[in-house]
């Protein structure tokens, strides 16, 4: 009977197997706990000054024995408070792989903490399931002092007259008593950033900014700024807006037009990846879709100015031409005496000779060198500081984008390519995104009294 239960010796050999195939993994996961190298934390960017409010993000990893816990707390006048504590799964059967990285975001609110206006330090640890410091674990354990700071910047307004017309350009010179990470004009719903660089303080700042055609002289304009810590301040200043009535007019749309222009419509159309089945169609599509798809192109590409004042003097104008349309023209485009669209045009369209020279208006960067939709082959000049001067309908272009161009240099020629009835120049000047008057431009006493005056006198 007791024979039964006699184990062979293949038993015993492959138990012992067995045994070596379970213990082996333990061994292994013991042997590995063994190391020495401690855990990591990295913020994802440096950490400024904290205001009101604000979010911290970071990383904690530890490739080897895996993450045990991260805590991060915040030290104020002998008073520690936890910001973040959690606590990770070590390896095994029935956990599985252990945690390696663990991305934190902290939600720091200044007054729901008590904290207050002044230096902290910011405590950060992190620990693996290593076995060493008696299974303790690794550790990583880092201090930063961190500024409190709840304090928006001031703004001091250093110019004195801002006398604007509704369509119109200004400028404002303001100085901040600290460095900030963002400020500027607000036009209503508008937004123009000012830009340091220009004087050799960086807490004083230049911005042009526009009053839109729209917009009348009830509009809010104010400064803002923010600091490091996320702090606005938000600064009225005085001003007065000219109102300004913009002519009303009305463009017949004749079959004669839309049949000498169609070839250009449909060229028009096909790059859009859009068709239309008649010529009046075609118009209107242009007119309308192809129009608001330029003007984004054209915001797009004035969002990035050169933080320098390229331009000096007054603007030069198409030589020996007459104005054909005026800025702010209010349109209303007929067909065999039918309303068939509505739009304003934003620049002033100046004729002479069939493809006569177009001078640069002033010096500056070519942004823009290529075919725009109705505006046809169309230049533009980043004249530094967010000021834009644009070309439209030229009949070939000479000019490359990035060259850089002096008052008076030859950059194409008039034409009619484009949503054009005939031969001319289509001039547009803007301050960021938005259009101006180009007139204002032109007057060498607007710009003494509005631009360089005022540069001068800060300076």
Request: charged share 20%; with cysteine.
């Amino acid at each position: 009977m007791a024979n039964k239960f006699r184990i062979s010796k293949l038993g015993y050999l492959l138990i012992g197997i067995a045994l070596c195939a379970i213990a082996a993994p333990l061994i292994f996961v013991g042997v590995k706990k063994l190391e020495g190298e401690p855990p990591v934390f990295k913020w994802d960017a440096p950490i400024h000054p904290i205001g009101a409010s604000c979010t911290l993000n970071g990383v904690a990893s530890d490739q080897k024995s895996g993450l045990k816990r991260v805590w991060i707390a915040i030290l104020q006048q002998g008073r520690e408070q936890v910001l973040y504590d959690k606590r990770f799964p070590s390896e095994g059967f029935f956990t599985g792989n252990p945690v390696r990285k663990q991305p934190v975001s902290l939600e720091i609110n200044v007054h729901d903490l008590g904290l207050r206006a002044g230096e902290a330090v910011l405590r950060t640890a992190v620990w693996d399931h290593s076995y060493r410091r008696r299974w303790s674990g690794n550790r990583f354990y880092a201090e930063r002092k961190v500024l409190i700071d709840t304090q928006p910047p001031d703004v001091e307004v250093l110019t004195r007259n801002h006398n604007l017309s509704q369509g119109g350009a200004g400028l404002i010179l303001y100085k901040t008593t600290e460095p900030v990470t963002n400020s500027g004009v607000h036009v209503a719903n508008r937004f123009f950033p000012g830009s340091s660089g220009y004087f050799d303080d960086p807490n004083v700042f230049l911005a042009f900014f526009a009053i839109p055609y729209d917009e009348g002289p009830e509009v809010q304009l104010y400064v803002t700024a923010t600091d490091l810590a996320g702090n606005t301040s938000r600064t009225v200043f005085p001003h007065y807006i000219n109102p300004k009535a913009f002519k009303n007019d009305v463009i017949n749309v004749t079959d004669s037009f839309l049949k000498r222009t169609m070839a250009e419509l449909e060229k028009v159309l096909a790059k859009g990846g859009h068709s239309s089945a008649s010529p009046l169609e075609a118009f209107l599509a242009v007119n309308r879709g192809e129009r608001q798809a330029n003007f984004k192109t054209i915001k797009d590409v004035c969002k990035n100015s050169d933080a320098r004042l390229y331009w000096t003097g007054r603007f030069l104008r198409l030589p020996g031409s007459a104005r054909k349309a005026a800025f702010g023209d209010h349109r209303t485009y007929q067909h065999k005496g039918k309303t068939i669209d509505n739009q304003v045009h934003l620049g002033i369209d100046l004729a002479s000779f069939a493809q006569s020279a177009v001078p640069a208006a002033n010096n500056g960067r070519v942004a823009f060198a290529e075919n725009l939709g109705i505006y046809g082959n169309t230049i533009i000049i980043d004249h530094g500081f967010g000021l834009f001067s644009m070309y439209g309908h030229l009949s070939h272009i000479q000019a490359s984008t990035g060259q850089m161009v002096s008052k008076g240099d030859i950059i194409g020629s008039t034409g009619s390519t484009g949503l054009a009835a005939g031969d001319h120049l289509h001039l547009s000047i803007l301050i960021h995104n938005t259009f101006v008057n180009p007139v204002e431009w032109w007057d060498p006493t607007w710009i003494k009294h509005n631009i360089t005056g005022k540069l001068d006198e800060v300076k």
